[in-house]
Structure formats: structure tokens, C-alpha cells
Nanobody
Framework: QVQLVESGGGLVQAGGSLRLSCAAS????????MGWYRQAPGKQRELVAV???????NYADFAKGRFTISRDNAKNTVYLQMNSLKPEDTAVYYC???????????WGQGTQVTVSS
């Protein structure tokens, strides 16, 4: 079985920064794409950023210039550096990954990010 565990969420003032981490563990050959999504209260889950196993990352428009996604394949970990945070960035942030030879994709349990004004 595969597990994704996020960490790094919390409460920060507007303009501040947070760094989220998500580590994959369990039985798998290789991780394909890894990404971050978020869901604010009363809203649908939306893509924040995704990074393939090789190639350039893609960002949602709201994340461009403020957020940076990266991964450490040796540690099976994906990161999301979030700078210049705004109150509207408040949401539960979820890690997502798909794995070579495994059907579907996998989700972490989510980590709360709260940005105060």
C-alpha cells in the first residue's frame, strides 16, 4: 500500500511564507507526477501546482510568481514553497501523486493553511 503524508501547514500572517512537504511511503516502483491541490470552505478542490517526474512544473494562475513546487526523488518527497501569502490562500492543501504501474492516483490527508489579514 502507498501513503502520502503532508506536513508544514499552519497559521501565518498575510505576506508571510510557509513550506509544505509531502512524503510518499510504501510499495511502489516509481512516482510519476506529484502535485498540490487545495480546497477552501464551500469551494471545490483546485489544482495549485504539479510537477512531473521529468520536465517543468505547471502552476495555477494564482500560484504563479508566489508558489514554487519542487521534488526530491531520492526522498520521494514533494514540496510547496508559498510566499507572499494572502488570506484567500486559506484552505486545506492536499498532496497528490500517481505511481508507475498503479491505477488511479493517491491523496494525502490534507494540511490546513490559514492566512490571517
Amino acid at each position: 500500500q502507498v501513503q502520502l503524508v503532508e506536513s508544514g501547514g499552519g497559521l501565518v500572517q498575510a505576506g508571510g511564507s510557509l513550506r509544505l512537504s509531502c512524503a510518499a511511503s510504501g510499495s511502489f516502483f516509481r512516482i510519476n507526477a506529484m502535485g498540490w491541490y487545495r480546497q477552501a470552505p464551500g469551494k471545490q478542490r483546485e489544482l495549485v501546482a504539479v510537477i512531473p517526474s521529468g520536465g517543468s512544473p505547471n502552476y495555477a494562475d494564482f500560484a504563479k510568481g508566489r508558489f514554487t513546487i519542487s521534488r526530491d526523488n531520492a526522498k520521494n518527497t514533494v514540496y510547496l514553497q508559498m510566499n507572499s501569502l494572502k488570506p484567500e490562500d486559506t484552505a486545506v492543501y492536499y498532496c497528490n501523486a500517481d505511481f508507475f504501474l498503479k491505477r488511479g492516483d493517491y491523496w494525502g490527508q490534507g494540511t490546513q493553511v490559514t492566512v490571517s489579514s
